[in-house]
Nanobody
Framework: VQLQASGGGLVQTGGSMRLSCAASGRTFSSYIMGWFRQAPGKEREFVAGISWSGGRTNYADSVKGRFTISRDNGKNTVYLQMNSLEPEDTAVYYC???????????????????WGQGTLVTVSS
């Protein structure tokens, strides 16, 4: 599967932004989807994940209550709605797909087989 992330840009503190990740292929609904991010000088970290049909989600503590992950299997797209953005959210955001058989979004990046190219989100103070 090929992944194409979009929607990044510059936003002020407290603002909102929605990222999208479009996937190629006909088996999108069989992938766990996740969002990760990497800030300058830091390691890549898990942000959010969603199960095959969207019934289960998993969030990093740092974004819980502010970010929402969702998916539209008819459009082969996963979204990340980000609200109440903070300068600490500044990072390159990556979408990823896990082709494994466990229908629960895991937090470790080694579980994900496919990665998009990343989209930069900058939150100004």
């Amino acid at each position: 599967v090929q992944l194409q992330a979009s929607g990044g840009g510059l936003v002020q503190t407290g603002g909102s932004m929605r990222l999208s990740c479009a996937a190629s292929g006909r088996t999108f609904s069989s992938y766990i989807m996740g969002w990760f991010r990497q800030a300058p000088g830091k390691e890549r970290e898990f942000v959010a994940g969603i199960s095959w049909s969207g019934g289960r989600t998993n969030y990093a503590d740092s974004v819980k209550g502010r970010f929402t992950i969702s998916r539209d299997n008819g459009k082969n797209t996963v979204y990340l709605q980000m609200n109440s953005l903070e300068p600490e959210d500044t990072a390159v955001y990556y979408c990823a797909a896990d082709s494994g058989s466990v229908n629960y979004p895991r937090r470790t990046d080694r579980e994900y087989d496919y990665w998009g190219q990343g989209t930069l989100v900058t939150v100004s103070s």
